[in-house]
């Protein structure tokens, strides 16, 4: 089944919102009834802004992940000795409305500046380091080849780090409501945005940026929506990843997901061609009778139910398209020459539009 050209989803991580403004005015609160007193602590503030840690200290680039909490940042710099409280930190950025414009990048930054000029430093210093982006629908070998085509990683280690999958995230967990088989590599968790990343990234830096930014989606977008699914987050991003083959806007994504949950509870086959083309390791291979029926496990012409696993990296769109889908009664699916989708609820409707439009398609 073909799909019109995808629209880029760059996701821009947000910062820490919500109750810390509450928990600012608590914490001022119980410094002033534990007796510190309302001027003392507003002086205590007030000179740890203004205050150096050390006068002498050299610069250092300082690094801010895509996807980290100001909460994240202000314990880094306490723990790399450039701030001497993390949580005042916390309160100032808040009460400045700095923290949306702090942004990922390299800074370089020293102990010999105060706190305040380190906030603005991470709002109005050039950020530094090498944008790339990972565009939806690509798979873990095209995302290596891109970075090493960059210059930027070996195209071998990268894929090699991809597939072992070795790094210690809540949502790469095989408990509920996670369900990742500790043997699936990290095809659909490279979610697609654009990075910034160091000069010299090793995969490790590379890999850190991207499952750091998934874990925010995931906490800001997907996490409360999760309660309600009878899907596992695996299973969801193996059925975002083929709905990101067959559609590119968001409308029918929705629809085309509840298409593909109608048929997972009916018992019928997905006939998901995309999962044929994985299979066959090329987006690009002729999808021939005789392809049609590869024997393999991710050949959803075949095989009942979904494939092992996701077959790209799919858009936060179309994640959530899995999770918010357009409840109806159509069972298949095609996009016609101009890239409007048309949809059927029998097989003999289905026939009609393919003959109609002169496509094949789900």
Known sequence: ????????DVLSPQKSKGCFAIFIVIVL???VV???????AWSYYDHTLKTA????????????????????????????????NALLFRIAAKLQKKEAAIQAGDYEISASQTMQEIIDSLQHGEAKGIPITISPGWRIEEVAHYLANQHLVNEAEFLAA??????DYTMLGSSNPFGKPKSASLEGYLIPDTYLVPNK???QDIMVRILNNFQDQYDQHVKELMSTSKLSLFEVLTLASIVEKEASKSDDRKMVAGIYLNR??????LGADPTVAYALGSWSAPLTTDSLKINSPYNTRVNPGLPPGPIDSPSLSSILAVLEPTSSN???FLADRNGIMRYAKTLAEHTANKAKYGLSGE
């Open 1 to 8: 089944m073909s799909k019109p050209d995808s629209e880029m």
């Open 29 to 31: 609160l119980l410094l």
């Open 34 to 40: 534990t007796g510190i007193g309302g001027f003392a």
């Open 53 to 84: 840690v050390n006068t002498t200290a050299q610069f250092q680039t300082f690094t801010i992940v895509q996807g980290e909490s100001v909460k994240g940042i202000a314990n880094k710099l306490e723990q790399d000795k450039l701030i001497n």
């Open 162 to 167: 991809a597939k072992a999958a070795n790094f």
């Open 201 to 203: 990234p090793t995969v």
């Open 264 to 269: 997972l509870n009916y018992g019928m086959a």
């Open 330 to 332: 159509y069972f298949y």
